[in-house]
Structures are given as C-alpha cells and as structure tokens.
C-alpha cells in the first residue's frame, strides 16, 4: 500500500520567498506530524495534527510558520519570508490515534533558502 | 536540558561487537518508547519499541527504567548493515498528547 508521500522532493527558493510544503498521509491515519531536520541532528518536532485540528504546535520556531489540514488528511507546512536558517529537511509522518502506534515518515523535503 | 538526550557518539566498532546506546528523558509522564533507525539520507524507521519488562528482537534488546527514565538499546553481533544513526525517542500524554519526540541520534559504524 501507499506509504507517507512529500512532495516536493526538493525545494529551492530565494530568501524572503514563500514556499509550500505538502504531505500526503497513509490513509486512515489520524495523527500527523512535522519534523524538521539539519545535518547531524535529530529530527526536531514542529507541529503535531489529530484530525483537522493542531493538537500541539509549539515547535513552530516562529509566525512564519504555519501548518493545515483542512480536511484530516492532507497536510501543508507554510514558511512566509523564508530565511536562509529555514535550510533543513522537513518530514511528515502519520499513525493511527492508538497510543504508542508506530509512525511512518516520507522520504522528506529538502528545503534549500538562497 | 533537551527533552530526550542521547550518546553523542559515533560508535565506531569491528563486525561481530556488542554495541550499547543509552538514552534519557525528562518528562515523567512520558507513556511510550522507540528506537528508530535513520540510514543516511533516508526517513526514519521503526526499529522497535521498549516495554518495561525488556523486549529482545533478534540480536537487538532493548530495555526501560522509568523510575531513572533511562533507555538502552544493545545490538549484538554487529553487521555491516547495523550502519546507521539510531534514534531514540519518546511519545508523550498530557501537555502535549500524542506527541512524539527525538532525541539527536547516535550515530554507528561498523568497519569490517
């Protein structure tokens, strides 16, 4: 079956652009999250969804961030005014709602600010 | 101090050692456990999860002290495949319900 899919795979952007990042979850799954990950660092949590609600999004690192998932499914991660520091691989993953259910990541979008 | 804290590493050991990774978290109500595994430039990926009692998978066991919130994997008999940077990580209740997270990696190489 399908797994997690990002698109895009990579992204290029200029500084102060606004970019799109989007996820598309194993179907069924009702939890969604965000990560972001630098070079030689684990992946750092952003924002986690349970249905079309934010359940928790105090990873965002500040308002240009912004995450959606109108309809508990698809998922899309905003960056306003890019900055060169939002350089990273941005990962989506999905799981069941059971408690200690395994998550399942996409292969990521790797964000390049220049 | 970071939620999850991991070995700095890396772990750089001959095919057929025994390798041990610690891990320590802050959160006391945290509910569930993971190691992961991350290949170089891919997602991460269950590797297992971590009761209380221990849990063994092959040449992998891994083991939970809640009352020192302290977790370990150990990796017996290491293959070349075993290469990775393993995650340890932590699925919390409460504050922050369902929310999962990392600590930075260790990273192993195994050398023929």
């Not at chain 2, 041990?20 to 190691?35: D, K, L, V």
């Not at chain 2, 809640?66 to 290491?78: G, K």
């Amino acid at each position: 079956g399908a797994g997690v899919s990002q698109t895009p795979s990579n992204k290029v952007t200029e500084k102060g652009k606004y970019v799109e990042l989007r996820c598309d979850p194993i179907s069924g799954h009702t939890a969604l999250y965000w990560y972001r990950q630098s070079l030689g660092q684990g992946p750092e949590f952003l924002i986690y969804f349970q249905g079309t609600g934010a359940a928790d999004d105090s990873g965002l690192p500040n308002d240009r961030f912004f995450a959606v998932r109108p309809e508990g499914s698809v998922s899309t991660l905003k960056i306003q005014r890019t900055e060169r520091g939002d350089s990273a691989v941005y990962l989506c993953a999905s799981s069941t709602a059971q408690g200690g259910a395994e998550a399942f990541f996409g292969q990521g979008t790797r964000l390049t600010v220049v | 101090r970071k939620e999850v804290e991991q070995d700095p590493g890396p772990f750089n050991v001959p095919e057929g050692a025994t390798v041990a990774f610690n891990c320590t978290y802050s959160n006391s109500a945290s509910q569930s456990f993971f190691w992961y595994r991350q290949d170089c430039r891919k997602e991460p990926k269950l590797l297992m999860s971590v009761y209380s009692s221990g849990n063994e998978d092959g040449r992998f066991t891994a083991q939970l002290n809640r009352a020192s919130q302290y977790i370990s994997l150990l990796i017996r008999d290491s293959k070349l495949s075993d290469s990775a940077t393993y995650l340890c990580v932590v699925l919390n209740y409460g504050g922050s319900q369902g929310n999962l997270i990392f600590g930075k990696g260790t990273k192993l190489s195994v050398k023929p």
